[in-house]
């Protein structure tokens, strides 16, 4: 069973960039599927970003051409690069893989706060 840790976040300006990680305590060399969510205030959790075992990636369009998401097998870490940051991206980030989600298990999350 995969745990996972998110870090990376904090508090920046609009237009800057942050990159969070996720660090997982077992392999996800055979995770199908790893995604970044976020649940910002008064709101539901969405899929913010997926990436595949083959490298396939695909994003919310709320982020398209911004965000990067990416994951180093040997690590066991996912990664999700933020660039051009808006307000509106200001939410607590969680990692989870496709298991974890369908039992609706979470980490900490990790908070990105984005000033105007």
């Known amino acids: 069973q995969v745990h996972v840790v998110e870090s990376g976040g904090g508090l920046v300006q609009a237009g800057g960039s942050l990159r969070l990680s996720c660090v997982a305590s077992?392999?996800?060399?055979?995770?199908?599927?790893m995604g970044w969510y976020r649940q910002a205030p008064g709101k539901q959790r969405e899929l913010v970003a997926g990436?595949?075992?083959?490298?396939?990636?695909n994003y919310a369009n709320s982020v398209e051409g911004r965000f990067t998401i990416s994951r180093d097998n040997a690590a066991n870490t996912l990664y999700l690069q933020m660039n051009s940051l808006k307000p509106e991206d200001t939410a607590v980030y969680y990692c989870?893989?496709?298991?974890?989600?369908?039992?609706?298990?979470w980490g900490q999350g990790t908070q990105v706060t984005v000033s105007s």
């Open positions: 990436i595949t075992s083959s490298g396939r990636t």
């Open positions: 077992g392999s996800i060399f055979s995770d199908n599927f």
């Open positions: 989870n893989d496709l298991a974890r989600y369908a039992l609706g298990s």
